[in-house]
């Protein structure tokens, strides 16, 4: 059964193959018509043959009546010259006549076989009101045909009719006559045309075969060319020109290689990115530790300072750690977020009170505004995340006594956060790479107030995932300003 499975799905691919499609058409294109050809050529043969030999017989038998009444054989049938004539006539065309007198006698038959008997048959009767009968049998070869015989009299004078010659059937020449010699006509011509047939179907294979292979050669240039690109992981872009429609399938490759290679190389640098910033806390506390170690008699208060100083290498280790599985989960596809309709006043709300305290110590006022209730299709959790770390930056990047403000706004089909600072400001050179994963702007800077080059890839990654947008401004030493757009209701792709 599987077998048999195997073998049908087998023959299907073998139909779905463009080479097998190209060579039948071909090969339908090329056969069909001969052979329509032939059967018309032979049709057409066999009815111009048999019109031929019925006019030829018609003219032979219309001169042979007009001898029977010269020789007034309906009367007496001993005419020798008729006679011969007749017999010479059957001969010719391989047929046989009956001459039948006007009381439906047969008074001859070439094959003496009906003479005496008498003779009333349609065609016959037809014939003596004026009718010319041809009947052509194909199945049994031969044609039938009945001639008049036609006497034509003078009217006598003083009558009332006002022609003066009449014409009167006064018998039938009923005629069969064979068609075997057009039939074996026919038969010699089919033969021919049978051979010239076969001879077309060779050469029409050939031509397939030929042109099947030829035409679908250059998809298989492509695919053997992306099949060494797989093989080799090769830096250049393949090449194939022979159709614009391969080298269409071949720029969209050479596209997606393109991008293959981006994202490639951007995971290879993200992946050292992630290696350096897990080793930098590790590499402090290794030290710490090991200075502690070399030293004897430390006194408590220096063992304090550095178990402090190790502390807080743990806990930058672990908000990286955090930041990275933030990021990751973000990563994945939008079939992950977990939409709930939010009071979106209150989600502001709700993350400026957590953040109210640390703005507290640099003395920062964090000012919520709202331009009107607003609800929305988010994922809360997400978008905390986002929003939270846009604020957070807000107060991280600012200076003391400085302010932050948030302000809420919605039309019919989006809703506005913009979180705004005046801080320290972005420099115009670093805004298109603040997105960038690890990406700080003042490193070291960053590193002290506790950044790890996340937050901002994590924030943009979750509006994204909303189907929104995030835009930013800022000027050095005036402030920053990011304006997150999101729609209303989410639209599932
Ligand atoms: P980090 O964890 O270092 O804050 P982010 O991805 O959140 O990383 O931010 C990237 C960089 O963008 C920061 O290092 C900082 O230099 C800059 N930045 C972000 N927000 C602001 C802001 N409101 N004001 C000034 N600079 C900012």
């Known amino acids: 059964m599987k077998e048999k499975i195997n073998q049908y799905i087998s023959k299907f691919k073998v139909a779905r193959s463009l080479k097998v499609r190209i060579f039948f058409i071909i090969l339908l294109v090329g056969i069909v018509p001969t052979a329509i050809l032939r059967y018309g050529i032979l049709q057409n043969y066999e009815q111009r043959a048999v019109e031929v030999r019925i006019s030829d017989v018609q ?8 001898h029977l009444i010269t020789y007034n054989y309906l009367q007496d049938t001993s005419s020798e010259i008729i006679n011969a004539e007749l017999e010479q006539l059957s001969n010719l065309y391989d047929g046989r006549v009956l001459i039948i007198d006007s009381n439906f006698n047969v008074i001859k038959d070439t094959y003496g076989i009906s003479q005496g008997k008498t003779m009333i048959s349609e065609e016959v009767i037809k014939c003596f009101k004026g009718g010319n009968g041809v009947n052509y049998d194909p199945v049994n070869q031969y044609i ?16 009332e009719n006002f022609e003066k010659e009449e014409s009167v059937v006064i018998g039938v020449m009923l005629t069969s006559v064979s068609t075997d010699n057009i039939v074996a006509n026919i038969e010699i011509l089919s033969r021919q045309a049978n051979l010239i047939q076969f001879v077309m179907v060779v050469i029409v294979i050939a031509i397939a075969w030929g042109l099947s292979n030829i035409l679908v050669n250059p998809f298989e240039k492509v695919s053997a060319e992306i099949g ?35 994202l490639d190389e951007s995971r290879q640098e993200f992946v050292s990115n992630v290696s350096h910033e897990l080793k930098t806390p590790i590499t402090s506390m290794k030290v710490l530790a090991d200075s502690l170690i070399a030293q004897e ?3 408590i208060e220096l063992y304090k300072e550095f178990m402090t100083d190790i502390a807080d290498e743990i806990e930058r280790e672990n908000k990286v750690i955090n930041d990275l599985l933030s990021l990751v989960k973000m990563d994945k596809t939008a ?3 977990n939409i709930d309709t939010i009071d979106i006043n209150a989600f502001c709300e709700l993350i400026l009170k957590r ?26 959790v997400k978008l905390t995340l986002a929003i939270s770390n846009l604020v957070e930056n807000a107060i991280k990047y600012n200076n003391d006594h400085g302010y932050v403000k948030v302000t809420l706004d919605a039309d019919h089909q989006f809703f506005t956060i913009e979180v705004e600072d005046n801080g320290l400001g972005i420099p115009q050179e670093s805004l298109e790479h603040i997105y960038e994963r690890f990406y700080r702007v003042d490193k ?5 107030i506790g950044g790890t ?34 729609p209303l209701t989410y639209i599932a792709k």
């Open 228 to 262: 060494k690109v797989q093989d080799g992981f090769q830096d250049e872009p393949i090449s194939v020109s022979d159709y614009l429609e391969t080298e269409h399938i071949v720029t969209a490759f050479n596209e997606l290689l393109g991008r293959m290679k981006t």
């Open 297 to 299: 008699d430390v006194p």
């Open 59 to 66: 003219t032979q038998f219309k001169i042979l009546a007009n």
């Open 144 to 159: 039938e045909m009945t001639t008049p015989i036609v006497l034509i009299r003078q009217n006598e004078e003083g009558k």
């Open 355 to 380: 953040l109210r305290p640390i703005a507290k110590q640099r003395d920062i006022d964090v000012i919520f505004e709202s331009k009107r209730e607003v609800t929305a299709e988010i994922d809360e």
């Open 444 to 448: 070291s800077h960053s590193r002290e």
């Open 453 to 486: 080059g996340l937050g901002l890839a994590i924030t943009r990654n979750a509006i994204l995932m909303h189907r929104g947008f995030i835009k930013v401004e800022s000027e050095v030493g005036e402030g920053t300003r990011f304006l997150v757009k999101i």
């Open 335 to 337: 079939a992950n977020l």
